[in-house]
């Protein structure tokens, strides 16, 4: 019977306390997507837009108005020196161009920032031609822009996989030295309650609801982008499933001793934060440098997310991910050998 | 009559770094199947680690603990705690769960037990049962606890400070819940720093110090140990004490025991009848002018008192 069943009312009790709790379905849920959404909105239309620059008052400005003001491609501010040169300053805009009395012109940017040398190339070439600059031959181009190597989608797997971390780190580390602080862990020891099936409560769900914290996302993603979904459906989930193993893992071990809600965030923003930075959540792993990878490699999230980029962006297979796989069941096997041997109960 | 806990020889040994602190210094206890017996002490006596170690939760240095007769650490503690409820000082339960949720929760470790509607009404929260943890008072979180000690029919209770805290009207609700079960057959163990409390609920009663047993026996047994059964408490004008002692009053036939308060003098009577008198009559000579004068019962207070020389909320 299911009310006599105490892994099953254990589950219960845990699944209503956190519907009962609109914040943790928010930042669960509500806030990945947002930042989805957000990001997506961001990256994926600048691509196309008109390069935006600013000109200084005063001699050669007209021609330049004359030659790129009514051309889709560019966009001018006419600006007061002082103005133009606080706004590239301030990065508001990318280049400052000035006319000279000699007909030339004088760019200001910086040149530490890709987008505006190509924007000051842009605009040099432009005027050239204007000028009566003719090309040594004539150059066509090939757009191609298709789903799949756009930005979002490179940020859609990072996202789920710093998703099934947090679930993993705050559904369980949290989650148990809450129980612990409140004297609950202690006061279920006294029951006839087994200890194994207790952990389960708290441990199976996660093998459960990662599902959900996965795919809501994924979906989302793919009906407002686009996002692509190449591998299959089974391939995705055993790679979310393994990688919410190890997560699974890390969360109780880190919650193993800690006896105070300050210790577990802690420890919890040391051990997230390097994985937030490196492992490639919203820019890839591979731009640290190369005496910093086989650390970076070794983490837990770097291999989820290579995962699951590889198998929803090129639909690789999960035998070709092995290799990640390993890693994350090697990180899943320690994690909760120590956790079980190190947990305090009282 | 048979023994639902006999434990012996008790030591227990907290270690923090280079600290160590001895909790328990030989304590030796033995509550009988069906009765209601108090732990009382100050706040620090090893009440709480006897408690626990006897429920099973924690572990002694050393010594002996048969509880039900049954020892922890074995292949039947699952078993044993099949028939044991417990209530820890403190437990906070999830702030969105419901009562019913929660008791229904605890039933469900349980082979056997009362319905959850059974435990609810036992500690009368049937109004209570759809209310969020959140919105109940302390006295009725703690009622809460004992219905999650009782919900599974345990033989053995254990209630570790349950009316610390609480309003007097919410401290005489449980005690209702107490003794109720006590009439239904159950052992209970009951810890507490309340004196009036162990006097009104336990049949028996083991006075704790220092991690050890000073004193056990009825309420009235220790009481009467002091010799008399009433107390009279007094205190004079400032200037007329004229050098009176407490020693002094020890000439005077019924009185047994005299110390002096901060506030006055404190004498244990056999028959206050005579010996109020007796005092009128020796202050008169000592030109001692009296600013206040009560006489009540002998209490389990004036027992700690007499035994440790500490009021029990000294500490």
């Known amino acids: ?346 | 009559m048979t023994h639902a806990i006999v434990c012996s020889e008790l030591y227990k040994r907290y270690e923090t770094g280079k600290k160590a602190v001895d909790a328990l210094n030989g304590l030796n206890l033995q509550v009988k199947t069906g009765e209601c017996f108090g732990l009382l002490g100050p706040n620090g006596a090893g009440k709480t680690t006897t408690v626990e170690i006897l429920e099973g939760i924690l572990e002694p240095t050393s010594g002996e603990v048969e509880v039900l007769g049954t020892r922890w650490g074995t292949t039947e503690d699952q078993h044993l705690r099949q028939r044991i409820g417990i209530t820890l000082q403190e437990t906070r339960f999830q702030e969105k769960l419901k009562v019913w949720e929660i008791v229904q929760l605890f039933r469900s470790f349980y082979r056997h037990g009362m319905t959850v509607e059974q435990a609810i009404a036992t500690v009368a929260l049937e109004e209570k049962r759809n209310s969020w943890i959140r919105d109940l008072s302390g006295g009725q979180r703690q009622r809460l606890a004992v219905a999650t000690a009782l919900v599974g029919e345990p033989e053995l209770l254990f209630l570790d400070e349950p009316t610390t805290g609480l309003d007097p009207q919410a401290r005489r609700r449980l005690w209702e819940v107490i003794r109720d079960l006590r009439e239904r057959g159950r052992t209970v163990l009951v810890t507490t720093h309340y004196m009036d409390e162990a006097e009104k609920l336990c049949d028996r009663v083991a006075v704790v110090d220092h991690g050890k047993v000073i004193a056990d026996g009825s309420p009235n047994q220790l009481i009467s140990q002091l010799g008399g059964e009433h107390v009279i408490e007094f205190s004079l004008e400032k200037d007329t004490t004229n050098g009176i002692q407490p020693a002094d009053f020890l000439e005077l036939e019924p009185v047994i025991r005299a110390t002096q308060e901060a506030e006055g003098f404190l004498l244990t009577v056999t028959q206050p009848h005579l010996a109020v008198p007796a005092v009128l009559e020796f202050l008169e000579r000592r030109q001692g002018r009296l600013n206040s004068l009560t006489t009540r019962h002998v209490n389990l207070e004036d027992v700690f008192v007499t035994l440790t020389g500490r009021y029990l909320r000294d500490e």
């Open chain 1, 1 to 346: 019977m299911s009310s006599h069943n105490p892994l099953l009312q254990l589950i219960i009790c845990h699944l209503k306390g956190f519907l009962r709790e609109p914040e943790a379905i928010f930042w669960t849920y509500g806030f990945p997507l947002l930042m989805v959404i957000g990001l997506g909105i961001a990256f994926s239309s600048s691509r196309d837009e008109a390069i935006q620059f600013d000109l200084i008052e005063g001699p050669g400005a007209d021609k330049v108005i004359t030659a790129l003001g009514k051309d889709p491609g560019f966009t001018v501010t006419v600006q007061p020196r002082e103005n133009a040169l606080n706004r590239l300053r301030a990065n508001k805009t990318l280049v400052v161009v000035a006319g000279s009395n000699s007909g030339g012109y004088e760019f200001h940017f910086d040149p530490s920032n890709p987008e505006a040398e190509v924007a000051r190339d842009a605009i040099d070439d432009a005027l050239q031609r204007a000028a009566g600059r003719k090309d040594a031959f004539p150059s066509s181009e090939v757009k191609v822009e298709t789903p799949g190597s756009r930005y979002v989608d490179f940020l859609v797997p990072g996202l789920i996989g710093m998703n099934l971390m947090g679930g993993g780190m705050w559904g369980i580390g949290f989650v148990l030295v809450d129980m612990r602080i409140k004297k609950l862990l202690k006061r279920l020891l006294a029951t006839p309650l087994p200890r194994s099936q207790f952990l389960l409560s708290i441990v199976g769900p996660r093998l459960i609801f990662f599902i959900p914290e996965a795919f809501f996302l994924l979906i989302a993603a793919h009906l407002v982008f686009g996002v692509p979904v190449r591998g299959s459906i089974a391939t995705i989930v055993l790679v979310a499933l393994i990688g919410s193993l190890a997560f699974a893992g890390l969360g109780l071990l880190a919650a193993s001793r800690a006896q105070r809600i300050e210790t577990i965030s802690g420890i919890m923003n040391v051990v997230m934060l390097p994985m937030w930075l490196c492992s490639g959540i919203f820019f890839s792993s591979e731009r640290f440098p190369q005496f910093m990878q086989p650390l970076i490699q070794a983490l837990p999230l770097t291999q989820l997310i290579n995962a699951l980029r590889a198998v929803i962006l090129e639909g690789q297979s999960l035998l070709s991910q092995g290799f990640a796989l390993g890693i994350l069941l090697i990180w899943a096997i320690v994690c909760f050998a120590l956790a079980l041997r190190w947990f305090r109960w009282n």
